[in-house]
C-alpha cells in the first residue's frame, strides 16, 4: 500500500481543514487506516484511526468531539476532517495503514506507531493563534 497525503496548511484557531490520504494497492479495503501527527520538538502520537469498514473508530482525548476520520472505500481514501483547531494541533500529520482490524493500530499507540505496516509523507497543518 501506498499512502499520499494532502490537505494541510496554515489556518487561524477556530478555522477547519480536512486532510485527505489517498492509497494505492488491492489490500486497503482489508487495512485498517489511522492518522498520526508528530510537533516540533515532540514526538509522534496517535490521532484517529479507523477499521477496515469504516464502522469501527477510535481518537486520542486530544481531537475527540473535534476531528472525524472516514473513509471512503471505492475512492481508497481516508479523510481527518478537523474542527475548532487550536494552535496546540501544529504538526506535521501522516496517514498510516495496517493490514487487518483496528486493533492492530491501536496496539501501537503506546509506542507511537512504530510496527505499523505502512506510512506515507506528511502534510503540515499550522495553526496560528
Known amino acids: 500500500v501506498q499512502l499520499q497525503a494532502c490537505g494541510g496548511g496554515l489556518v487561524q484557531a477556530g478555522d477547519s481543514l480536512r486532510l485527505s490520504c489517498a492509497a494505492s494497492?488491492?489490500?486497503?479495503?482489508?487495512?485498517?487506516m489511522g492518522w498520526f501527527r508528530q510537533a516540533p520538538g515532540k514526538e509522534r502520537e496517535f490521532v484517529a484511526a479507523?477499521?477496515?469498514?469504516?464502522?469501527?473508530?477510535h481518537y486520542a482525548d486530544s481531537v475527540k468531539g473535534r476531528f472525524t476520520i472516514s473513509r471512503d472505500n471505492a475512492k481508497t481514501t481516508v479523510y481527518l476532517q478537523m474542527n475548532s483547531l487550536k494552535p496546540e494541533d501544529t504538526a506535521v500529520y501522516y496517514c498510516?495503514?495496517?493490514?487487518?482490524?483496528?486493533?492492530?493500530?491501536?496496539?501501537?499507540?503506546?509506542?507511537?506507531?512504530?510496527?505499523?505496516?505502512?506510512w506515507g509523507k506528511g502534510t503540515q497543518v499550522t495553526v496560528s493563534s
Open positions: 479507523i477499521s477496515w469498514s469504516g464502522g469501527s473508530t
Open positions: 494497492g488491492r489490500t486497503f479495503s482489508s487495512t485498517a
Open positions: 498510516a495503514a495496517e493490514t487487518g482490524p483496528l486493533s492492530g493500530i491501536i496496539a501501537t499507540i503506546t509506542r507511537r506507531g512504530r510496527g505499523i505496516d505502512y
